[in-house]
């Protein structure tokens, strides 16, 4: 009897410990992502940004980075101005993106994936469900048309 007890406590530690390898080797990614990027020396940019949720309105804003900067970001439907503190997409760099990626990955959301450009490396989608109990609160942050400013 003490054997099947020590055989369920080592298969329920085991079945721990893989659900954990996950979300660590997303965290890992993200990291070894994050320093490739940091690597490449990129500190003026442009890129847009659309976050899909099941909400009224999907944002999607334009972000101009001069020297590792925002210097403007701007709604592309409107061309309006992004206010800072604002919505659910921040007008961040990359790097900022990459530090808030890698911190909701730390807090162990339900469900996440992520993906990074094979050339630059950044976090070219990254999907996020807080909560396994609720629904419609997932959403998936989509960069695109990154271009280095010469």
């Avoid at 992520?114 to 996020?128: K, Q, T």
């Amino acid at each position: 009897m003490n054997r099947n007890i020590l055989t369920a406590a080592l298969a329920l530690a085991l079945m721990t410990a893989c659900s954990g390898d996950d979300e660590v080797n997303q965290v890992n990614l993200a990291v070894q992502a994050q320093q490739r990027w940091t690597q490449l020396d990129i500190i003026d940019y442009t890129y847009e940004i659309k976050v899909a949720c099941e909400c009224l309105t999907e944002p999607h804003i334009r972000v101009v980075v001069e020297a590792d900067t925002v210097a403007s970001a701007v709604h592309v439907e409107n061309g309006a101005p992004v206010v800072a503190g604002q919505g659910l997409l921040q007008p961040y760099t990359i790097d900022q993106y990459f530090d808030w990626i890698i911190d909701q990955l730390r807090s162990r959301p339900p469900q996440t994936s992520i993906e990074f450009d094979p050339e630059y490396y950044y976090p070219a989608l990254f999907f996020i469900d807080t909560s396994g109990q609720l629904v419609d609160d997932e959403l998936t942050y989509r960069i695109t048309l990154f271009q280095p400013t010469p």
